[in-house]
């Protein structure tokens, strides 16, 4: 046989053959950051424009759904046993290894499943966009004004204008340092920029999710293979970090839309 033939499809060619372990850990790890900054610069582009409409726009501060809090619940608690699953790895234990990162993607989907009815929930209290017919006939989907929202104003939500908190009365809204004019026309044709940035934020992160699942599914079944064992957890450490930075994004995000504006 030629020493020139070609490499069958189905070997598996490992770049890193012959090389130190640590070049491979390295470039890995280094791969991983890359893709971290990346993310990193996405949201921080997401968040500088709701700092620029902030001052702009009538402001809408809502009071998050219990959604909200389990997704808070669910992404710290995958952190944790993806550490613990790690570490049981490390220790030879791939018994226990298995369980722990198959907990990890079960809370994971949780996460994922929490996200998508809390921007449904707030989407119920007028946040989304209404679907109407243009004159072709074709749907055509506008995003709601601050006038299509429902709830109780002052608990469930409230507006901001100009740096001062609006106060409802009757059905009117006014500006305490101007009590004697309402400003309730402006407040309801107002573009909702607040639910229009929040539900980029949070499918954007679940699209991000995505492919954190994806690998936590992929290493759920190398491991069961024996592929991922306590001579070989890379694979784990490297999407670790990748899933514990997503959730620290989710948290820092979670207290930037609804606690600091």
Known sequence: MSQNAPTPASTKIDVFEGLDPAIKVRTRKMMMWFIIFAIVMLFAGVTSAL?????????????????????????????????????????????????????????????????????????????????????????????????KLNGEYGSDYWFEMNNERLVKEGNEFYKPSDPSRPVTNTVMTTFNAFGAMLSVVIYVHIIHLAFGLIYLIVNTVRIAKRRINQENTLSIYISGMYWHFLGGLWLYLFYFLFFLF
């Open 51 to 147: 700092i620029v409409l902030y001052g702009k726009l009538i402001w809408l501060h809502m009071s998050p759904p219990v959604y909200f809090w389990l997704s808070n619940a669910f992404i710290i608690a995958s952190s944790v046993t993806l550490i613990l699953a790690l570490r049981a790895l490390k220790k030879g234990n791939q018994s226990l290894g298995m369980t722990l990162h198959t907990l990890t993607l079960a809370l994971g989907i949780a996460f994922t499943v929490s996200q998508h009815a809390g921007w449904k929930h707030m989407a119920s209290r007028g946040l989304g966009f209404t679907i109407t017919q243009n004159d072709q006939g074709l749907s055509a989907y506008r995003w709601n004004t601050l006038g």
